[in-house]
């Protein structure tokens, strides 16, 4: 069992930055990050391998998002850049014990966080 626990939201305008952290209590294969909006379906937003930092972004956040880990803390980052209302979610950490690749559907991830607000002003 791995547990994930999450940081970093909070209320901001847009056009600001954020930086959410997700620390895991053991290693997998795959960490990712998804959002779930009210009334919305849970998507995928970005994801990156523990070895080799191999990453997968989704295209509405591709340039302005950037997931990294830091190894020695078990912990992923994501890096949040020119938020837009629409990015106005409760984010939750995700790890995946798929060896072969970087999965985006929510099925191919075994552990889940709690979730971190972020809301964003216009």
């Known amino acids: 069992q791995v547990q994930l626990v999450e940081s970093g939201g909070g209320l901001v305008q847009a056009g600001a930055s954020l930086r959410l952290s997700c620390t895991a209590s053991?290693?997998?294969?795959?960490m990712g990050w998804f959002r779930q909006a009210p009334g919305k379906e849970r998507e995928f937003v970005a994801a990156?391998?523990?070895?080799?930092?191999?990453?997968s972004y989704a295209e509405s956040v591709k340039g302005r998002f950037t997931i990294s880990t830091d190894n020695a803390k078990n912990t992923v980052y994501l890096q949040m850049n020119s938020l837009e209302p629409e990015d106005t979610a409760n984010y939750y950490c995700a790890a995946s014990r798929a060896a072969w690749n970087i999965p985006r559907a929510g099925l191919a991830y075994n552990f889940w966080g709690q979730g971190t607000q972020v809301t964003v002003s216009s």
């Open positions: 053991g290693r997998t294969y795959v």
């Open positions: 990156v391998k523990w070895s080799g930092g191999t990453t």
